[in-house]
């Protein structure tokens, strides 16, 4: 869908922090500081996410903790291994994460009725966020929980391309009449993609990327590459 002259709002019923933390995954990240001449040691005994060269002499390393036990135990039998795992509490409570977008939804709906009986268009919303046609009425804008503020402080979006869920792109000009172009897509870095691409997509295009700095890990002779990534992307429609 395209559109021009929208305004972008964010709601702020949905307590992002508080989502977050009920919602973590029971996995984490242990970052340390290793000699790398002991990277060996850590490259058989753990999961590595990243290494990241400090100097010659030190380098940081990102371990992934938490690990199903029988994942780890079917990586060491079939690669002949022994990667080990500790394990931490962490706390974290999936309902109450789920009921916090469930109520998010619950009143962003309430809020999009509303809209559209004072005659606003929506273009595209999201679960804390929405794109309308016409200013959003005063009293629903605030500092308050469950108010609306204005993202971009009263500029209006001059062209906006919404192809699906989190897959739009728009441009704006800034006070000092400098244009800004941004962009969401699903599992590509944010405003990487420019408004121009996002149409290209839209007409059934692909689009290549080239991610430089992706960390390999070969279990099969414990060795790590670090190689660039060729991502291709295009429209899909689909919400998994």
């Not at 009921?99 to 999009?112: E, F």
């Not at 000009?173 to 408004?195: M, P, Q, T, Y």
Request: charged letters at 20%.
């Amino acid at each position: 869908m395209n559109s021009t002259g929208s305004e972008r709002w964010i709601s702020k019923q949905l307590l992002n922090c508080l989502y977050g933390v009920f919602g973590r995954k029971q996995s984490f990240i242990e970052t340390i500081n290793v000699h790398n001449s002991d990277i060996h040691k850590y490259v058989a005994t753990n999961i590595i996410k990243t290494i990241i060269p400090i100097n010659n002499e030190i380098s940081t390393l990102l371990l992934v903790k938490n690990i199903d036990s029988n994942l780890i135990s079917e990586l060491n039998n079939t690669c002949e291994i022994e990667i080990k795992t500790s394990h931490n509490n962490i706390k974290s409570n999936v309902a109450i994460a789920r009921a916090i977008t469930a109520y998010a939804r619950i009143h962003m709906i309430n809020l999009k009725f509303l809209l559209n009986s004072l005659g606003i268009n929506i273009y595209y919303s999201d679960t804390d966020s929405l794109f309308t046609d016409k200013p959003i009425p005063q009293h629903l804008i605030g500092k308050d929980l469950g108010l609306l503020k204005e993202e971009l402080n009263g500029l209006i979006i001059n062209k906006s391309l919404f192809l699906g869920i989190k897959q739009y792109g728009y441009l704006y000009f800034d006070n000092n009449n400098n244009k800004i172009e941004k962009s969401v897509f699903a599992g590509v870095k944010r405003d990487s993609l420019s408004l121009s691409e996002i149409i290209d997509l839209f007409n059934g295009k692909s689009i290549i990327k080239i991610i430089n700095t992706r960390f390999y890990i070969y279990l099969n002779n414990l060795s790590i590459k670090i190689k660039p990534m060729k991502l291709t992307i295009i429209k899909n429609l689909i919400k998994y």
